[in-house]
């Protein structure tokens, strides 16, 4: 069992109010990716890591620039997950890091970062497990930017679509699965 409040603590230190924002989504996301689970019982998701991994899914957040959602750090947003991978890595989390780098829109294909010249590795960031594809699709739902809110499929829909048909096909491949 991890703590993933003494890592955001540790990770957060002194950044109350963006640490309250990320708790705040995680829950959010944790809460959705559960009902998800609960909804789906036949793939015998891993419940606890699920729960772990939804809360510490943008912890990279901190070393981002992103000022419109206090984040005041050096990275570009884009590289939030990979980011958040490595300090997860980093502690003795492979597992959950898979899920921070994966979980970005519908998940990266080697070819939109490419094309679009995205500042990661030329490699797949793409939800794999059950558990990874679970927290990616909830975690559209919500938007540091607008806590308040939740996303309707319609939405979630225009914003993939906004990143090209790669991201659309992938999210209608989430949303597929999770609604069926």
Request: include cysteine; glycine fraction near 6%.
């Amino acid at each position: 069992m991890v703590n993933y409040a003494a890592l955001i603590d540790k990770y957060y230190a002194g950044q109350d109010e963006l640490k309250a924002l990320l708790l705040h989504h995680s829950r959010q996301v944790v809460d959705k990716s559960l009902e998800v689970c609960d909804k789906h019982p036949e793939w015998q998701a891993d419940r606890q890591f699920v729960e772990e991994a939804a809360m510490l899914h943008d912890i990279g957040i901190v070393l981002c620039n992103a000022p419109g959602i206090l984040c005041h750090g050096n990275e570009p947003y884009i590289r939030h997950g990979f980011v958040g991978a490595e300090i997860l890595r980093k502690e003795g989390l492979p597992r959950h890091a898979r899920v921070a780098e994966r979980h970005t829109g519908s998940g990266l294909s080697r070819a939109q970062i490419l094309l679009e010249g995205l500042p990661l590795p030329a490699e797949d960031f793409l939800p794999e497990t059950i558990e990874e594809k679970i927290i990616c699709y909830a975690d559209k739902f919500f938007s540091k930017s607008h806590p308040e809110r939740i996303a309707s499929i319609e939405h979630i829909r225009h914003q993939m679509a906004e990143f090209g048909h790669g991201s659309l096909e992938r999210w209608m491949q989430l949303e597929n699965e999770m609604t069926y």
